[in-house]
């Protein structure tokens, strides 16, 4: 069983509280991860990665076992404590941004 | 008696705005979506309980929201905005080419006949249709590929197509508008379009008369009158009596044609509205005071409104989407400005009162008169 932190922007969007559990078959990667968390939580589609290519959106970041998994290649397995749920992966939004004019 | 329901989206979230007919006493509920952008909220004209609502954040990206009940309640709907094809390039601030991304929903805007059906206009420009009750969207890509496409650029606040008129005569017609490109109309239900900027001049661009490149700022019409259209343009009030073939200026007298908002009395179509905004860099109102301007000859002679608005010390701006009117006997108009306040005029916009003084900037302000 995998632990999720969502940012609460997203944690109310999915109607949850606290982490998110997800249960994976295979390999355990960020890209597993988000498959699984979109089928579980479809209203989440768009919001992490981008619909179609699944490119991490700009002000998105990963964080696992205290590391910065935002620039590592998305289907490279996350560590052992990450896959087991003894560390939730952390899905945490960018203390930047900011919004256009209109 | 006959209700308002004001449907106003802000920077940090949505607000809902009751009140009886008399448009004096205010229930305020909100914030719905709090600490999201809400760019525009819109219900349908079939089924004033269907409301629609574009939600966005710089970090998590575009949302769409849909009410069954008045706005009590709220489901996330389809959020996945594709462009038909490899969408290409078009023109960015310095003219160079740049890649057409999707950034969000500016504009939603429910069909006159059929609850389940809603356009949406987007940034980077686009128009997109869903047909399920926003269960799926579909762009209607004719529009795109106009062929002048490659030649559009963003304004200020993005490349958004943050207009969409439908003709209440003819279900075929429809009209857009985009900042930086101009208006375009379909005759044929969205398959292919027409630019219909003649007669608009932008000394901002190479050729100030050409085809696209007007940085339209809004459009507005009367049902009673389809092919007259009111435009706001970044510079110049205009006016076509043609659906668009042809536009003509209608500034008049007014202390600067610079503006957002635009929009029309409801029950007389040569009555319309604008709040004049010092440009090119300010945009806070002239002379610190806010005044809406009001033309009753469809431009040209306009007069100042300004009692129960503040006349001094005021340094907000009013939006493009930020000014709506109802339908009751005695039109009322509602506007929204950057600094938090909701003003309604229960008599035409002869007198003015906040209805709230303290949201977050807002965004677009919609009623809805309720039975």
């Known amino acids: 069983m995998i632990c999720l932190q969502l940012p609460a922007h997203l944690r109310n969007l999915a109607r949850v509280n606290g982490e998110v559990s997800l249960h994976l078959d295979g390999a355990v990667t960020i ?7 979109e089928a579980q939580y479809p209203m989440l589609c768009g919001t992490i990665r981008d619909h179609v290519t699944h ?8 964080f696992a076992c205290e590391e910065d998994w935002s620039h590592v290649p998305t289907d490279t397995p ?16 960018a203390i930047a941004g900011g919004a256009a004019i209109r | 008696m006959s209700k308002v329901r004001v449907l106003v989206g802000t920077k940090k979230g949505a607000f809902v705005l009751n009140a009886d007919g008399k448009r004096d006493k205010w229930d305020v509920s ?36 849909r009410s069954n009940d008045g706005g009590k309640t709220w489901e996330p709907v389809e959020n996945k905005f594709v462009y038909d094809g490899v969408p290409g390039t ?3 601030y310095d003219g160079t080419p740049h890649p057409w991304e999707f950034k969000r929903v500016w504009h939603l805007e429910p069909s006159l006949t059929d609850a389940e059906t809603v356009y949406a206009g987007v940034e980077d420009a686009a128009i997109f249709r869903s047909t399920d009750g926003a ?10 590929k106009h062929g002048t496409g490659p030649q559009w650029t963003p304004g200020a606040g993005g490349m958004c197509l943050h207009t969409i008129i439908l003709d209440p005569k003819d279900p075929k017609r429809m009209f857009i508008a985009i900042s930086a490109a101009g208006a375009f109309r379909t005759d044929d239900g969205g398959e292919t379009w ?8 932008s000394n901002h661009i190479p050729d100030p008369t050409a085809e696209v490149g007007h940085c339209v700022h809004h459009v507005a019409m009367h049902s009673a009158k389809p092919k007259r259209l009111y435009m706001q343009k970044h510079w110049d009030v205009m006016r076509s009596d043609d659906a668009g073939d042809s536009w003509q200026e209608v500034s008049g007298n007014l202390p600067t044609d610079f503006g957002f908002v635009i929009d029309v009395h409801a029950h007389e179509p040569d009555t319309i509205y604008v709040v004049p905004i010092k440009s090119d860099s300010e945009h806070y109102p002239p002379d610190a005071k806010l005044r809406v301007y009001r033309s009753r000859s469809a431009g040209n002679e306009w007069e100042a409104l300004g009692n129960g608005l503040p006349q001094e010390n005021c340094y907000v701006n009013v939006l493009r989407d930020a000014m709506a009117v109802d339908s009751l ?10 600094g938090g306040q909701v003003y309604v005029s229960p008599d035409a916009g002869d007198n003015w009162s906040p209805i709230v003084r303290d949201l977050p900037a807002v965004l677009s302000v919609e009623v809805q008169t309720l039975a």
């Open chain 1, 31 to 37: 890209d597993s991860v988000l498959d699984a968390l």
């Open chain 1, 55 to 62: 490119k991490r959106r700009p002000f998105v970041r990963f």
């Open chain 1, 78 to 93: 996350l560590p052992a404590a990450i896959a087991t749920g003894a560390e939730p992966l952390l899905i945490v939004g």
């Open chain 2, 30 to 65: 909100g914030p719905f979506f709090g600490g999201w952008e809400m760019y525009h909220i819109k219900a349908s004209p079939v089924d004033p309980n269907r409301i629609y609502a574009s939600q966005s954040t710089s970090w998590f990206g575009q949302l769409i929201q």
């Open chain 2, 90 to 92: 078009h023109q960015w």
């Open chain 2, 135 to 144: 269960k799926s969207w579909q762009e209607m890509s004719g529009l795109r």
């Open chain 2, 194 to 201: 027409k630019a219909i900027n003649q007669g608009l001049r």
């Open chain 2, 329 to 338: 006997d005695k039109c009322g108009i509602y506007f929204g400005t950057t």
